[in-house]
Nanobody, 112 residues
Framework: QVQLVESGGGLVQPGGSLRLSCAAS???????IGWYRQAPGKERELVAG???????NYADSVKGRFTISRDNAKKTVYLQMNSLKPEDTAVYYC???????WGQGTLVTVSS
């Protein structure tokens, strides 16, 4: 019954910022949420995660630049991305816990 929809991707110059949103529909949302990304020709990797209690973790490559947060009342998880680098270019996906419920993905392109 739970579905996830990402938004907020786009084209940004190096050093710029974007905020991604993951909005959920359905009856269950208060569980762990993860943001993942997949660059062309590479494996999908975990970027950031947030637990139902608000604890967070980040990949080393994005620590200090990205911030994950959630608003359970709105059933939405956010990924604030600052100081973006070309290496951040990828399709970004949100995931419900460790389930097979994924969003459709949103493309982030960092280029001058």
């Amino acid at each position: 019954q739970v579905q996830l929809v990402e938004s907020g991707g786009g084209l940004v110059q190096p050093g710029g910022s974007l905020r991604l949103s993951c909005a959920a529909s359905g009856s269950i949302f208060s569980i762990n949420i993860g943001w993942y990304r997949q660059a062309p020709g590479k494996e999908r990797e975990l970027v950031a995660g947030i637990t139902s209690g608000g604890r967070t973790n980040y990949a080393d490559s994005v620590k200090g630049r990205f911030t994950i947060s959630r608003d359970n009342a709105k059933k939405t998880v956010y990924l604030q991305m600052n100081s973006l680098k070309p290496e951040d270019t990828a399709v970004y996906y949100c995931r419900l816990g460790r389930s097979e419920v994924w969003g459709q993905g949103t493309l982030v392109t960092v280029s001058s």
